[in-house]
């Protein structure tokens, strides 16, 4: 069992960075690799970032791409999500999942992992 608690969202201006954070209960933090979906306003939830256990495998959404940066620090049991150049339609609730690495076949499908935080309020002013 695994459970993820995010933070580091907030308000920021167009063009501004915001650092999230998600930390992971467990001693097995290591054996699960990691995603970020986020859900905007009357959309649906939808994949951001994924990262492999080891963080050998790394995978962004096209939106988010040269923009943001998922790292990970195994001794911490944290994700990180670097969000830089940020806009307005990055407005969201952004999530982060979990799922064993031996079941990670899907990293940008939410149905892929079985562990989500509760989400922390990203907004965007332009």
């Known amino acids: 069992q695994v459970q993820l608690v995010e933070s580091g969202g907030g308000l920021v201006q167009a063009g501004g960075s915001l650092r999230l954070s998600c930390a992971a209960s467990g001693r097995s933090f290591r054996t699960y690799a990691m995603g970020w979906f986020r859900r905007a306003p009357g959309k649906e939830r939808e994949f951001v970032a994924a990262i492999s256990w080891g963080g050998g495998n790394i995978y962004y959404a096209d939106s988010v791409k040269g923009r943001f940066t998922i790292s990970r620090d195994n001794a911490k049991n944290t994700v990180y999500l670097q969000m830089n150049s940020l806009k307005p339609e990055d407005t969201a609730v952004y999530y982060c999942?979990?799922?064993?690495?031996?079941?990670?076949?899907?990293?940008?499908?939410?149905?892929?992992?079985?562990?989500w935080g509760q989400g922390t309020q990203v907004t965007v002013s332009s």
């Open positions: 999942a979990a799922v064993s690495s031996g079941r990670w076949t899907t990293p940008a499908q939410q149905q892929g992992y079985d562990y």
